[in-house]
Nanobody
């Protein structure tokens, strides 16, 4: 079992920045692919970014060049640095930990943190 706790959400003006953190506990953090997803009211949950155990990253098209995902395997934490925020970035942001293998599939979610982008 992996427990995930997000923090860092809040209200920011358009063009501003926020850094989200997700602290993991309960298992070996470094072996998981860590991701950030978001869900706005009335919309489906979408991938924001993920970082693999080998630190390979991938981003959703709408955040490329503005958001950066990183991980600290000593602190068991994954971060999402969000710059140049737009009103359409407003959503609940969820942290995800996932591990896949031939006989293994693990998928864990945090409780979410609200990001509001408004002037």
């Amino acid at each position: 079992q992996v427990q995930l706790v997000e923090s860092g959400g809040g209200l920011v003006q358009p063009g501003g920045s926020l850094r989200l953190s997700c602290a993991a506990s309960g298992s070996i953090f470094s072996i998981y692919t860590m991701g950030w997803y978001r869900q706005a009211p009335g919309k489906e949950r979408e991938l924001v970014a993920y970082i693999s155990s080998g630190r390979r990253t991938n981003y959703g098209d709408s955040v490329k060049g503005r958001f950066t995902i990183s991980r600290d395997n000593i602190k068991n934490t994954v971060y999402l640095q969000m710059n140049s925020l737009k009103p359409e970035d407003a959503a609940v942001y969820y942290c995800n930990a996932q591990r896949r293998g031939t006989t293994i599939f693990e998928d864990y979610w945090g409780q979410g943190t609200q990001v509001t982008v408004s002037s």
